[in-house]
C-alpha cells in the first residue's frame, strides 16, 4: 500500500540556519503530496501542497518540491526562526483505499524540529 | 475561517467506561476521519467517513467504533476504555474531492486510569 517515509528526529537547529527534512513516498498513481505542521498544544495545520509533479509548495518561507523521478517531497527553509520550533509531518492522500472515495491522506511519523537563539 | 471543533481537550476516564469524542466541522465536508498519535508512531487512521452513516475501518479500529447520523458530526466511541487507548485523537475532514487537504481539530488528549 501507499506509505510515507520521512526522516527521524528530533532536529535540533540555531537560528537563521537553513532546514531540511526529507520525505520521499510510495503510491500508485499520482498522490498530491502535503507538508503539515503542529505547534505544541494544538492539532495540525496544513503548510504546503502540490498536486502534481514538479509543483513546487511554499509558504512562511518554507518550500517542497514534487519529485516524481525521485519520489521525493523535502521540505526547506532558508533561515528558521525560534517560532518555526514544531513537529512536521509529511503527508500523501490516497486515492480510494476506503469507502470507494478520495481524500484520505497517509502521515509520515513526523519530525520534531527545535529551533533554539 | 474553517473549523473543525473537538468536544474535549482534555479528558480523564476509567477503565472499562463507554467514552464519547465528538467533533463538529462547519464547511460542509463530505469526508470525516479520526486518528490517534502517539509519539514514534505518527498520526494513524481509525475510522473514516465519507457521508452520512457511511464508515469505513481504517488501520486500527479495534476498541473503537463511530456514528456519523449528519454531515457535520463525527463521534469516536470507545466501547470499553483500556489503558492502552490513552492517547491524542485528532479529527479531521475535507472534502470529497481528490487531491484536497484535510483541516483538523485542536485534538483531543484522553488518558484511561
Not at chain 1, 58 to 82: D, I
Not at chain 2, 2 to 30: A, I, P
Not at chain 2, 41 to 56: C, N, Q
Request: charged share 25%; with cysteine.
Amino acid at each position: 500500500g501507499d506509505s510515507v517515509t520521512q526522516m527521524e528526529g528530533p532536529v535540533t537547529l540555531s537560528e537563521e540556519a537553513f532546514l531540511t527534512i526529507n520525505c520521499t513516498y510510495t503510491a500508485t498513481g499520482y498522490p498530491s503530496l502535503f507538508w503539515y505542521v503542529q505547534y505544541p498544544g494544538e492539532g495540525l495545520q496544513l503548510l504546503l501542497k502540490a498536486t502534481k509533479a514538479d509543483d513546487k509548495g511554499s509558504n512562511k518561507g518554507f518550500e517542497a518540491t514534487y519529485r516524481k523521478e525521485t519520489t521525493s517531497f523535502h521540505l526547506e527553509k532558508g533561515s528558521v526562526q525560534v517560532s518555526d520550533s514544531a513537529v512536521y509531518f509529511c503527508a500523501l492522500s490516497d486515492r480510494g483505499n476506503y469507502g470507494g472515495s478520495q481524500g484520505n491522506l497517509i502521515f509520515g511519523k513526523g519530525t520534531k524540529l527545535s529551533v533554539k537563539p | 475561517d474553517v473549523k473543525v471543533t473537538q468536544s474535549s481537550r482534555y479528558l480523564v476516564k476509567r477503565t472499562g467506561e463507554k467514552v464519547f469524542l465528538e467533533c463538529v466541522q462547519d464547511m460542509d465536508h463530505e469526508n470525516m476521519f479520526w486518528y490517534r498519535q502517539d509519539p514514534g508512531l505518527g498520526l494513524r487512521l481509525i475510522y473514516f467517513s465519507y457521508d452520512v452513516k457511511m464508515k469505513e475501518k481504517g488501520d486500527i479500529p479495534e476498541g473503537y467504533s463511530v456514528s456519523r447520523e449528519k454531515k457535520e458530526r463525527f463521534s469516536l466511541i470507545l466501547e470499553s476504555a483500556s489503558t492502552n487507548q490513552t492517547s491524542m485523537y485528532l479529527c479531521a475532514s475535507s472534502h470529497g474531492a481528490a487531491n484536497t487537504e484535510a483541516f483538523f481539530g485542536q485534538g483531543t488528549r484522553l488518558t484511561v486510569v
